[in-house]
C-alpha cells in the first residue's frame, strides 16, 4: 500500500530557529514529491522534486529529496512567525487517468512562538 | 481578477440532513475542481468538470454526494443525507484549461477558493 510519512507531527519553535522537516516515502510508480504550505486556506505549493540530490531554494526554504532512501527534508532557516503553519508532503504517482495520483502525509504542524 | 468564490464559508448541520456549497469559478476557466480535506489529511479530489461535463467523479461517494456545473460556470456541491465522517473542509479550484494528467494542487495555473468548513453533528 502506497504511503506517506511525515515527521513531526507537531514542531514548536523560537523565532530565529531552524527546523527540518522529514517526509519518507513507500510509493510505486513514483513521479515527483511536493511540498506544501497550509493555512486556514487550501494549500500553497512550495516545491516540486523529481531528482535525487538536487536542492531547491526559495528564500529561507530549501529542499531536497533522496530517491534511493525514499525520503525529503525541507528546511526553514530563521523561522518567523508567519511560517507557522501545516506543511504537507505529497507523492505523485503515475497511474495514468485524467488526474495522476496526489498520496499525502498528515502534514508538520509548526509553530514558530516570537 | 477576482478569485474562486466559495459560500458559505462554516455550516454545522445535524446528521442526516443535508447541505449545498456553491462555488464560482474565476471567469473563464473552463475547468472546475472540488475537493475534500479531513482534518489530518490532505486534500481528496472529488469531482472535475470540464465546462459543464463531468471528467472524473471516481472518488464522489455517489450514494450521498452530487455535484453539477450547469452552464459550464457555477457549481454545487450537494450532501445528502450527512454523515459525522462528512465533516470536512470542502474545496473549489478551476484552471482556465484541462491540466492534462496534473492535478491543480500542482500547477500554478490553478487556483482554490476558501473553502466550506462543514461540521456533522
Known amino acids: 500500500e502506497d504511503k506517506v510519512v511525515q515527521s513531526p507531527l507537531s514542531l514548536v519553535v523560537h523565532e530565529g530557529d531552524t527546523v527540518t522537516l522529514n517526509c519518507s516515502y513507500e510509493?510505486?510508480?513514483?513521479?515527483?514529491l511536493l511540498w506544501y504550505k497550509q493555512e486556514k486556506k487550501a494549500p500553497t505549493f512550495l516545491f516540486m522534486l523529481?531528482?535525487?540530490?538536487i536542492e531547491k531554494k526559495s528564500g529561507r526554504l530549501s529542499s531536497i529529496l533522496d530517491k534511493k532512501e525514499l525520503f525529503s527534508i525541507l528546511n526553514i532557516t530563521a523561522t518567523q512567525t508567519g511560517d507557522s503553519a501545516v506543511y504537507l508532503c505529497?507523492?505523485?504517482?503515475?497511474?495514468?487517468?485524467?488526474?495522476?495520483?496526489?498520496?499525502f502525509g498528515k502534514g508538520t504542524k509548526l509553530s514558530v512562538k516570537p | 481578477e477576482a478569485g474562486v468564490a466559495q459560500s458559505p464559508r462554516y455550516k454545522i448541520i445535524e446528521k442526516r440532513q443535508s447541505v449545498a456549497f456553491w462555488c464560482n469559478p474565476i471567469?473563464?476557466?473552463?475547468?472546475l475542481y472540488w475537493y475534500q480535506q479531513i482534518l489530518g489529511q490532505g486534500p481528496k479530489l472529488l469531482i472535475q468538470?470540464?465546462?459543464?461535463?463531468?471528467?472524473?467523479d471516481s472518488q464522489l461517494p455517489k450514494d450521498r454526494f452530487s455535484a453539477e456545473r450547469l452552464k459550464g460556470v457555477d457549481s454545487t456541491l450537494k450532501i445528502q443525507p450527512a454523515k459525522l465522517e462528512d465533516s470536512a473542509v470542502y474545496l473549489c479550484?478551476?484552471?482556465?484549461?484541462?491540466?492534462?494528467?496534473?492535478?491543480?494542487?500542482?500547477?500554478?495555473?490553478?487556483?482554490f477558493g476558501q473553502g466550506t468548513r462543514l461540521t456533522v453533528v
Open positions: 510509493v510505486t510508480n513514483f513521479r515527483s
Open positions: 523529481t531528482s535525487s540530490g
Open positions: 468538470f470540464q465546462n459543464n461535463g463531468v471528467v472524473d
Open positions: 479550484a478551476s484552471s482556465p484549461r484541462s491540466l492534462e494528467g496534473r492535478s491543480p494542487l500542482m500547477n500554478t495555473e490553478a487556483f
Open positions: 471567469s473563464g476557466h473552463a475547468t
Open positions: 505529497a507523492v505523485e504517482a503515475n497511474y495514468g487517468g485524467s488526474q495522476g495520483n496526489l498520496i
